[in-house]
């Protein structure tokens, strides 16, 4: 019928099927339009356009200029210098030879400048994932009894998460890693970092025996149990190198342009410990060392591979968990320092090169990378202008691993474990974790619920135990969607209608109760949707001087309905009928109105029932009072 405005409610005949498929899946899966406009152009253009969107590298390569390269080869320089000790380190937390973790800057980074869609990103190993490969791989072969079997199972867990990162980004499935929320990701961190700080205390005392569980409670007993093996010698040495790494960390923070300290303060760290370890002979004082290092790239690994069904199952668990924790931890870094440049990162692309790069890396002796925080921040700090400083980088690692990988070979254990103390301190995240309980109880909870079971329990069960918590909430608010009576702003030139309770002093009109409904209506909450406004209606009978006469249904956020929805709204139909409640509904959107004509309902409310706006709405139903 015609409103107010002069404007009709559009009752066009529904979309095909066909439509409606693309139309969803466009929106489900390419929500970014990537091809918009790609049919209407030349052949030519047509696959410079398709080629640009899949090999990123094609788009800003030719445009590429010296300018830019100075500032990128100063970041990879600069990122080298911490993924030398990073490397080593988190090999060593993996449980791998410490050669392997500088094999894995070398590939990866090559496959991340092709196929990456973030200019800031810097790919490297990362602790979380390296405990945790540790942990799982470790409970079904131990490293110390058959080093060789633990470091093929890592190649073929890191095999399987290349085939699932790269399957979830061509299928455009990157809404799986919106499950793990921030909360989670937050709690999950802090409480790794409390584990994996406690498990240096092995390297800081100079231990040789210690436990293969990764739980507070196990490590703890483990360092006490054995303290006879405490080393004063090593102690020292270790609480000097954090002193010094904390204090670089801590200059770095409060004078931003003396941040290049922090960032050399880990390769002072190994270098000083290269030299005091070779000059002072500190094996002979309980000072443990890398020991050697072969010069020469990643050998093929792919003979390596070992898909035996005794082990598959641990492989495959191992390749998909840790596969989910990188890619959310990767894709949301890459995303927040593109926010700061006000550039946009793909997940989904992010998804396939993440893929590619683990793949090729369980090839060629990698295991599992990703985009850790504090290599992309010093990137980011160092100016990097394009992903040609991870190619820098990867040039850089060649050349430690042709001629300098020796001389790392002196370094000492209990530096790398201040390295990685260091580095895990600052991902224990106090004030986040006050700002969740000052803002959201619930996402405190989901996060606390995350630290406290992977610091107590186990990294996986910590894990699951947040996601589902997290999917509950979810799920409470797909069954229990907000409703609220809506009411005009009174003194506004504008016909506002707004939430009661939010704005009580909104001005009713008398025998008509106007409701917006704020979610799709379906079968997992078409029940409490019309209980919910029965409710609104009993209780407006009941505390008004005037019976309810019209129902109004604001449906302006809607977005879809399925036949349980519908027959929702007939039943309401039909049980407020008997007592001359009549029903309008309020701009429905395309999907809800079309599938509304094809059900037939708009026949059981009538078309003149459908208004554009509330106040279309509110002032039909007051002519029909005025008349009744």
Known sequence: METQSGKTVNFSEPRSSKTRFLSGFKETFFPDDPFYGIS?????????????????VVQWLPKYNLDQFKFDLLAGITITS???????????????PPIIGL???FVPPLIYAVFGSSKHLAVGTVAACSLLIAATIGGMVSPKDDPELYLHLIYTATFFTGIFQLLLGLLRLGILV???????????????????????????????????KTDVVHVLRAIFKNRHEWRWESATVGITFLFFLQSARYLGKKKPNLAWVSTIAPMVTVIVGCLF???GHVEKHGIQIVGPLKKGVNPISIHFLNFDSKYLSVTLQTGIITGLIALAEGIAIGRSFATMTNQQVDGNKEMVAFGLMNLAGSLTSCYLTTGPFSKTAVNFNAGCKTAMSNVVMSLCMLLTLLFL???FSYTPLVALSAIIMSAMLGLIKYEEAYHLFKVDKFDFSICMVAFFGVAFLDMETGL???VGLSLIRALLYVARPATCKLGKLADTRLSLYRDIEQYPETMKSPGILALQLGSPIYYANSTYIRERILRWIREEQRHSEHPVEHLLLDLSGVTSIDTTGIHALEEI???VSPDDIKIALVNPRIKVMEKLILSNFVEVVRQECIFLSIDDAIAACKFSLHTS
């Open 405 to 407: 990988a020796p001389v």
């Open 178 to 212: 919106d499950f793990l929320s921030h909360s989670t990701i937050t709690g999950f961190m802090g409480g790794t970092a409390v584990i994996i700080c406690l498990q240096q205390l092995k390297g800081i005392f100079g231990m040789i025996h210690f436990t293969t």
């Open 82 to 96: 911490l993924a030398i000790p990073q490397g080593i380190s988190y090999a060593k937390l993996a449980n791998l």
């Open 103 to 105: 094999y894995s800057s």
């Open 464 to 466: 699951m135990l947040s």
């Open 277 to 279: 370890a070779y000059f």
């Open 40 to 56: 209407k152009e030349a052949p030519l253009r047509k696959a410079k356009r398709i080629v640009e969107y899949f090999l990123p």
């Open 573 to 575: 139909h039909r049980i």
